[in-house]
């Protein structure tokens, strides 16, 4: 995957997963009640700030909060922009 973004600081950009389409007893959840997903795959990385490194890198699958971060769409995908403090644990 080749991004155009390159994150600055201490931010980074996260693809979201999808939306969960059923739930765990078969019930199809519609679009209009679908949560937002809080998981995703780091896909472009900052390089830091002055004494404090990336802990996170390319190709992880993080856990973020609801609220986390700025959406935005770039060729059709959806991503996350959000700083490393965001990110509560890397699975």
């Known amino acids: ?5 390159k994150p600055l600081a201490d931010r980074v950009l996260v693809e979201p ?3 969960e389409q059923k ?3 078969g019930i199809i959840i519609p679009d209009t009640a679908k949560e937002k997903p809080q998981k995703g795959v780091v896909v472009a990385v900052g390089p830091g700030k002055k004494d404090e490194p990336m802990t996170v890198k390319v190709g992880d699958v993080v856990l973020y909060g609801k609220y ?3 959406e935005l769409k770039l060729d059709g995908n ?6 490393e403090s965001d ?5």
Do not use: C, L, P, V
């Open 78 to 83: 959806t991503y996350m922009i959000m700083k």
């Open 1 to 5: 995957m080749n991004i155009s973004i």
């Open 23 to 25: 739930t765990a007893g």
């Open 68 to 70: 986390a971060g700025t």
């Open 17 to 19: 997963a999808e939306a």
């Open 87 to 91: 990110i509560y644990a890397i699975m």
